[in-house]
């Protein structure tokens, strides 16, 4: 078996020996990418990731995918008759400022945004954070106002196990909430016995979705 793995690997190393020599001289030859096609990529490799962490098999007995994405979308936007989605780069300026208004590192630099609207009329946006708890990942939906508000926060994966999940009450709370509060945990935002880094990461997401708001999307139509 080891002297067949050797085999493989051998000749796989040959060809990639020689695709890099060909693809290296086509990169010489080719023209700077566009930024659609950059804008593209980021499209695709945030699907991607996304479809990764709810589509996966759980890694722990108790983790549990409770909505897809166009499940949790709808019901974020119920009177929606069409929901848009852009996906951005952020540059480092807007990563800096994002960072230092939410206290906590972005994830990643590809944001996907929902718009929900009804006609020509906001209904709001959509955001969805995916973030480490312990060590394993947790996914949530944030939907904002137009004002940039807090209207509801959504789980749609958690893989950590579920005794380390807050209820619905307690993910609750956050309605309402904007950058104008401190949002502080076991200040306005109440701690949990059990759970503490389950909801120092769901701050911590809450207020990477209000920061991109404020940085990316407030004054845009």
């Known amino acids: 078996m080891k002297s067949m793995w050797d085999s493989v690997s051998s000749s796989r190393s040959r060809a990639a020996v020689g695709r890099a020599g060909s693809q290296g001289a086509a990169r010489a030859e080719s023209p700077r990418r566009s930024p659609r096609r950059l804008r593209l990529r980021a499209r695709v490799s945030s699907a991607v990731l996304l479809g990764l962490l709810l589509a996966s098999a759980p890694p722990t007995a108790d983790a549990e995918v409770f909505h897809s994405r166009q499940e949790a979308l ?104 904007s950058l104008a509060q401190p949002m502080r945990l076991g200040g306005d935002v109440h701690g949990i016995v059990g759970a503490t880094l389950s909801a120092r990461a769901t ?7 209000l920061a991109l708001y404020q940085v990316v999307l407030q004054g845009r139509p």
């Open 74 to 177: 709808a019901l974020a936007f119920p009177d929606a008759d069409r929901i848009e989605d852009e996906t951005l780069l952020l540059d480092d300026a807007q990563a800096s400022r994002i960072q230092a208004l939410a206290r906590s590192e972005l994830e990643s630099r590809l944001v996907r945004i929902y718009r929900g609207f009804r006609g020509e009329h906001l209904l709001g946006y959509a955001l969805i954070d995916v973030h480490n708890v312990r060590t394993l990942p947790e996914a949530f939906l944030v939907v904002l106002t137009p004002a940039g508000e807090v209207r509801s926060l959504r789980v749609l994966a958690f893989h950590e196990p579920l005794e380390y999940m807050p209820g619905e009450r307690w993910y609750g709370q956050f309605e309402h909430k």
């Open 203 to 209: 701050t911590r997401g809450v207020r990477r979705a």
